[in-house]
């Protein structure tokens, strides 16, 4: 491989950690505005997080997935199209998921509990949720910051499919892996 075929191979295992994130989100576990409480930063630090957040879902590969024709456009998908999911399936043993639209996702969590997620969770593949749990803490508050800004827009991903159940729609077929 190509040094640049190996970035675009991270950076697509990156995107899909951020993939899955609200697939395995009951949404009813989180109220629609809880920001009480939430650490609070001056205009200039909190445009700066913003404009961090930006920087790392772009590098992260997080548009790959979750922006519908990010990756095959060459990243030209307007920044308002940006992180609305896709009906894209993923499947393989565990089952079929989507990239989650996680404008709404993140609209539903404080920037707290977003935190302890994004270190917490275990997602269903191809997110790489270990990805996620690794990043600064920092880092995953500028990308809440980030998508926040964007505002909650679109529809919900299409609803996990398990394993032995056939989706509906396109998807990519995963093998199972060695043994």
């Not at 629609?32 to 772009?58: F, Q, W």
């Not at 979750?66 to 940006?82: F, I, L, M, N, R």
């Not at 920092?138 to 056939?166: C, K, M, N, W």
Request: net charge positive.
């Amino acid at each position: 491989m190509r040094l640049s075929d190996i970035d675009k191979t991270l950076a697509a295992s990156a995107a899909r950690g951020v993939l899955l994130l609200a697939i395995c989100l009951p949404a009813a576990a989180f109220a629609a505005d809880r920001t009480a409480g939430e650490p609070s930063a001056g205009a200039a630090s909190k445009g700066a997080s913003i404009e961090r957040g930006r920087y790392l879902v772009k590098i992260a590969g997080c548009n790959d997935c979750h922006t519908t024709g990010y990756a095959q456009s060459g990243g030209t998908v307007p920044e308002k199209d940006w992180l609305l999911g896709d009906r894209l399936g993923f499947r393989g043993p565990w089952g079929t998921t989507y990239p989650a639209n996680l404008r709404l996702t993140m609209s539903k969590m404080s920037e707290t509990e977003w935190v302890k997620f994004a270190h917490t969770t275990k997602l269903r593949p191809p997110m790489p949720w270990f990805a996620l749990r690794d990043m600064d803490k920092e880092d995953v508050r500028s990308i809440y910051r980030f998508v926040r800004h964007l505002g909650p827009v679109g529809d919900p991903a299409p609803a996990f499919v398990p394993p032995g159940q056939t989706p509906n729609g396109p998807v990519v077929q995963f093998p199972a892996p060695p043994q």
